[in-house]
């Protein structure tokens, strides 16, 4: 006879109802959140959003005027009384490093664990300053190592307490484009090895989508979209989270003969009626380019009416003849100039609608 199944752990994270506000400005607008165990989240949106005001209602920086946060399935925010940071099982990483600077990158690292034996500590800050690749400055002080090698000493010594939730508010973004990338990396394989569960906030649409299990898109202190990256990039709800999450053309849909067509061609979409006034969300990568030879016959001919060097590819806004822009990125052996004319293919047939 089997014994009784275990009980399940509790969510890291789980936010209802979620409001905050400033002067009477509503940051945070009735948020509804659950993160899983071990799972990476992020919070991404323009400035002013909203998302550092919810890492902080998390955090415990800011009490919440209504609604409940509860972290490991314990309430610490009600609306009515909030449990201070110190209290709460959480880290905290911020942009701008926060080490002691009296302190060596060790000393920092173990902090939060003078309570352990000192052989514990030991042993448990050797292996996380090892597991972010700067074991071998563990006797640096901050003001000795660079902004990268502060960041993940920053992130060591927010995990070193094996926190049940860990909190990032924008860690990458004092870094340079190149340092980010590998910084990133090694924070994200850090959290994997520990199975710590994250929230991150970031503006960077790019970094948002190869970070996050999920994304978590706010706009005007509310959650519009919810979901893993290639959801959210290629089924966005609307023209705000097409837009955000990167270049985004947007064609009107008609119906021709029972079949929804844009002006590049018909769609093949699954069941379901097209809403009046829908529009087919095109990313660049979904338009093909062809040199115009001749007379175009069969075909869509745009005029190239601005373009920009990338480094691996150029981009090419083309006017259609209806006066719609699109947006390309072909491969870099296909050169236009300004006024070229290319016929233009959506190669995409079953793209994204959105309201218009």
């Known amino acids: 006879m089997s014994g009784p199944e275990p009980a399940p752990h509790p969510a890291p994270l789980r936010v209802r109802g979620a409001t905050k506000s400033y002067g009477g400005t509503l940051a945070v607008d009735g948020v509804d959140l659950d993160l899983d165990p071990g799972e990476l989240l992020v919070l991404v949106g323009p400035s002013g959003c909203g998302k550092s005001t919810l890492l902080r209602t998390i955090a415990g920086l800011s009490a919440l005027d209504a609604g409940t946060i509860e972290v490991a399935g314990a309430a610490v925010d009600d609306g009515r009384r909030a449990t201070p940071p110190e209290q709460r099982p959480v880290g905290m990483v911020f942009q701008d490093h926060t080490l002691f600077p009296h302190l060596t990158l060790a000393d920092n690292v173990g902090f ?48 070193a307490p094996r926190p049940a939730l860990l909190l990032l508010d924008e860690p990458f973004a004092a870094l340079d484009p190149n340092l980010r990338e590998q910084v990133r990396a090694e924070l994200v394989s850090l959290l994997r090895v520990t199975a710590t569960p994250a929230v991150f906030v970031s503006h960077d649409q790019a970094e948002a989508l190869a970070l996050g299990d999920r994304l978590a898109v706010m706009r005007a202190g509310r959650l519009v979209q919810v979901g893993a990256g290639p959801e959210v990039y290629d089924r966005p709800v609307d023209r705000f989270v097409a837009r955000f999450l990167g270049d985004a053309s947007f064609l009107p849909v008609a119906i021709d003969g029972g079949r929804p067509r844009t002006e ?19 990313r660049p990568a979904d338009v093909t380019l062809a040199p115009v030879v001749g007379e175009a016959v069969d075909e869509v001919v ?40 290319a016929a233009v293919v959506l190669r995409d047939r079953r793209p994204a609608l959105v309201a218009g």
């Open 112 to 159: 939060g664990l003078r309570r352990r034996s000192a052989t514990d500590r030991r042993r448990r800050v050797e292996d996380l300053l090892e597991l972010v690749g700067i074991g071998h400055l563990a006797r640096r002080y901050p003001h000795e190592v660079s902004g990268g090698e502060r960041q993940r000493a920053s992130v060591a010594r927010a995990v």
């Open 264 to 282: 590049l061609g018909p769609l093949d979409l699954d069941g379901g009626e097209v809403a009046a006034g829908a529009v087919a969300v095109v």
């Open 302 to 341: 745009g005029e190239v009416v601005d373009r920009s060097y990338q480094g691996p590819t150029w981009t090419y806004d083309l006017r259609l003849p209806s006066g719609s822009v699109v947006r390309a990125t072909p491969p870099r052996t296909l050169v236009l100039e300004r006024g070229d004319r």
